[in-house]
């Protein structure tokens, strides 16, 4: 059974840091493309940022420069760096993670709440 868990979210000032963990089981974890979405209240899911199974990352615009992602395969998780958190970085993040080779084969986990504070 696939799961992935995410954990580290939490209340926050503006300004302010968290780190986000997902660890994922019941998948070769290796040859899984992660990533970290995010949905605010009202609003559409959206990518956060991506990191690939050999290690490359992506980011969307809203984030360059203040997130960064990371995997620690060993472990079989990923980390998202929060830093400069701002009020409109509040939402539910959530750990994506899709094989290499089958895109069918796309599992979520069930988020972790990040509320920051003005």
């Known amino acids: 059974q696939v799961q992935l868990v995410e954990s580290g979210g939490g209340l926050v000032q503006a300004g302010g840091s968290l780190r986000l963990s997902c660890t994922a089981s019941?998948?070769?974890?290796?040859?899984?493309?992660m990533a970290w979405y995010r949905q605010a209240p009202g609003k559409q899911r959206e990518l956060v940022a991506r990191?690939?199974?050999?290690?490359?990352?992506n980011y969307a615009d809203f984030v360059k420069g203040r997130f960064t992602i990371s995997r620690e395969d060993a472990k079989n998780t990923i980390y998202l760096q929060m830093n400069s958190l701002k009020p409109e970085d509040t939402a539910v993040y959530y750990c994506?993670?899709?094989?290499?080779?089958?895109?069918?084969?796309?599992?979520w986990g069930k988020g972790t709440l990040v509320t920051v504070s003005s």
């Open positions: 994506n993670a899709v094989h290499l080779y089958r895109s069918d084969m796309d599992y």
């Open positions: 019941g998948i070769p974890f290796t040859i899984y493309n």
């Open positions: 990191i690939s199974a050999g290690g490359s990352t």
